[in-house]
């Protein structure tokens, strides 16, 4: 019998395609924000401040605050799919949500990093959030 795909047969690949999504994000963020502090003559003494970085246009900033944005709620991501993954719930309903996830955290990037619009960014937050409250109920139901 063949073995399933990694790409569709482990729930860990979701959450390395998050992981490299945010390292994605990292690059964009450097390649936007050192050019601009080289403009704008920032020091790297008084960048230990994150204020003196308001200087910088908010096209830039804007990366900068999403790459925050994708070191915290996506860490509860990381922490159910390893959970699913050794609780053996790696089932095609639970790798959909963690594909959804993922997807859903690329379009909010990309929202949040170039068009900023906040009620479409936050529409799609509040979708990822209920995935991963779907994905956590299901591991919980798992338990009952």
């Avoid at 068009?115 to 979708?127: E, I, K, P, Q, S």
Wanted: glycine share 4%; no cysteine; charged share 10%.
């Amino acid at each position: 019998m063949d073995q399933p795909s990694p790409l569709t047969g482990s729930m860990l690949t979701p959450m390395l395609a998050l992981i490299v999504w945010t390292l994605v994000m990292t690059v964009w963020m450097f390649a936007l924000r050192i050019p601009a502090i080289q403009k704008a003559k920032i020091s790297p003494t008084d960048a230990r401040e994150p204020t003196s970085l308001n200087a910088l246009p908010l096209k830039v900033r804007q990366v900068g605050y999403n790459l925050d944005n994708l070191m915290q709620q996506p860490t509860v991501f990381y922490a159910l799919v390893a959970y699913s993954y050794l609780a053996g719930q790696q089932n095609a309903v639970n790798m959909a949500l963690a594909w959804a996830y993922v997807a859903l955290r690329v379009v909010h990037s990309l929202i949040h990093a170039t068009v900023n619009l906040v009620l479409v960014r936050f529409g799609v937050f509040a979708l990822g959030t209920l995935v991963l409250a779907l994905l956590a109920g299901r591991d919980v139901w798992a338990l009952l």
